[in-house]
């Protein structure tokens, strides 16, 4: 799929939700208006308008879109072989993401997987209180984080 037409496939569901997906609308409005195709990207649909992924070069991670578990599942097989630096996206996508990574049987013991999680400020116009997520990065040897990732999978989420 072409950069235009993922772009006007996955903006507008994007958009709904714009403070949680401001990296990846950003990175495709400056696609879109770069006068040089961008020969290092990846491109993922993975269903539905807003579901998708994508790698704007090597040294740079894979951003993950509205997408669900099934769908993370599936990304993180695709991408085993692949050289990324690590993973961005909403929580619970990228944790999601980096336990299926982790599993996976090809992925070499001593590797280092890069998680960061990153949440966003949400404001509820008329309310008295406003809820934050807030993100960690984490770097880890994968025999780390396979003990890790359970333990944050069930820490509670902040009020």
Request: charged share 20%; glycine share 10%; hydrophobic share 40%.
């Amino acid at each position: 799929m072409e950069v235009r037409d993922f772009a006007q496939f996955h903006t507008p569901a994007l958009q709904r939700d714009e403070a949680r997906y401001n990296r990846m609308l950003g990175y495709l409005a400056r696609l879109l208006n770069s006068a040089q195709p961008n020969p290092h990207l990846r491109l993922w649909t993975l269903g539905a308008s807003g579901q998708c992924a994508m790698q704007t070069s090597p040294r740079n991670p894979i951003i993950l879109g509205e997408l669900d578990e099934g769908q993370c599942r599936a990304l993180a097989e695709e991408t085993v072989g692949l050289d990324y630096q690590g993973v961005l996206g909403a929580d619970p996508t990228v944790f999601w993401f980096v336990r299926r990574a982790i599993e996976h049987p090809s992925l070499p013991g001593g590797a280092t997987v890069a998680l960061r999680p990153f949440g966003c400020q949400r404001f509820e116009f008329g309310q008295q209180r406003a809820r934050g997520e807030l993100g960690a990065f984490i770097n880890f040897g994968t025999q780390v984080l396979r003990r890790l990732l359970p333990l944050l999978l069930r820490a509670p989420k902040p009020q």
